[in-house]
C-alpha cells in the first residue's frame, strides 16, 4: 500500500496554463506539506496544512493555490505557469505527536514547463 | 536563521569503503535531526533521525550522533554498497506556530563496483 501517493507522476506543459498536482495519504496523518526541489536539487517547503488549515506559507506567488478538502488530502493548484516553476513537487505528510513528528514523503512530481 | 550545511558532493567510492557525509547545523534551540535518502527517480525517504544531543540514529548501516557541542550530525557507513548510490539530505526540524523541514543541499553518492 503506498502511504502518500503524488498524481501525475510526470507533467508537461506550456508556459501560461494552469495545472494541478494532486497529494493523498493513507497514514492518518492530519499535517501536511508540499515541497519544491529545484534542479540543483535543493528542497524548499512551499506549504503545510493541519486539519485542513493553512499553517505554514512559505512566501510561495499567489499563482500557486493549495487546498485541503479534507485531512487525507492536499492538491497543489497553478495559474499561469511560468519557466521558473519547472521543478519536482513533493507532498509529505505527518501526525502532531510531539517527539514524533516524521514527515513521510511522496514519489514526487516532475513538472517542465515548456 | 536555521539552516543546514552539507559536504559538498558528488562524492564516488569503491564498494566496501568507508563513508562519511558531513552536515552542520545553525538554529535556535534544540531541534531534531534527520538524514533522508532520494534514490534515483524516488521520493525521499527516512533513512535516521535523532531527537536530542548524544542520540545516536542508526538503520541500514548507516549512522549519525547528534552533536550539540559541534551542531553537527555527520552521516557514516562503515561498509558501502553500490545499492546505497543516491543523493542523502541532512535536514532538521523547526517548530514556528508549526514544524517544518529545513534541508541542506543534498550530497549525490555514487558506489562503484
Known amino acids: 500500500d503506498t502511504a502518500v501517493s503524488q498524481t501525475p507522476k510526470y507533467l508537461v506543459t506550456q508556459m501560461g496554463n494552469d495545472k494541478s498536482i494532486k497529494c493523498e495519504q493513507n497514514?492518518?496523518?492530519?499535517?501536511m506539506y508540499w515541497y519544491k526541489q529545484d534542479s540543483k536539487k535543493f528542497l524548499k517547503i512551499m506549504f503545510s496544512?493541519?486539519?485542513?488549515?493553512?499553517?505554514i506559507n512559505e512566501t510561495v506567488p499567489n499563482r500557486f493555490s493549495p487546498k485541503s478538502p479534507d485531512k487525507a488530502h492536499l492538491n497543489l493548484h497553478i495559474n499561469s505557469l511560468e519557466l521558473g516553476d519547472s521543478a519536482v513537487y513533493f507532498c509529505?505528510?505527518?501526525?502532531?505527536?510531539?517527539?514524533?513528528?516524521?514527515?513521510?514523503f511522496g514519489p514526487g512530481t516532475r513538472l517542465l514547463v515548456l | 536563521g536555521d539552516s543546514v550545511t552539507q559536504m559538498e558532493g558528488p562524492v564516488t567510492l569503491s564498494e566496501e569503503a568507508f563513508l562519511t557525509i558531513n552536515c552542520t547545523y545553525t538554529?535556535?534551540?534544540?531541534?531534531?535531526l534527520f538524514w533522508y535518502v532520494q534514490y534515483p527517480g524516488e521520493g525521499l525517504q527516512l533513512l535516521l533521525k535523532?531527537?536530542?544531543?548524544?542520540d545516536k540514529g542508526s538503520n541500514k548501516g548507516f549512522e549519525a550522533t547528534y552533536r550539540k557541542e559541534t551542531t553537527s550530525f555527520h552521516l557514516e557507513k562503515g561498509s558501502v554498497q553500490v545499492s546505497d548510490s543516491a543523493v542523502y539530505f541532512c535536514?532538521?526540524?523547526?517548530?514556528?506556530?508549526?514544524?517544518?523541514?529545513?534541508f541542506g543541499q543534498g550530497t549525490r553518492l555514487t558506489i562503484n563496483p
Open positions: 496544512y493541519n486539519n485542513k488549515e493553512l499553517i
Open positions: 509529505a505528510s505527518s501526525l502532531k505527536i510531539p517527539g514524533d513528528e516524521t514527515q513521510y
Open positions: 535523532a531527537t536530542k544531543a548524544d
Open positions: 535536514a532538521l526540524k523547526i517548530i514556528q506556530g508549526a514544524q517544518k523541514l529545513v
Open positions: 497514514l492518518g496523518h492530519d499535517t
Open positions: 538554529a535556535t534551540g534544540y531541534p531534531s
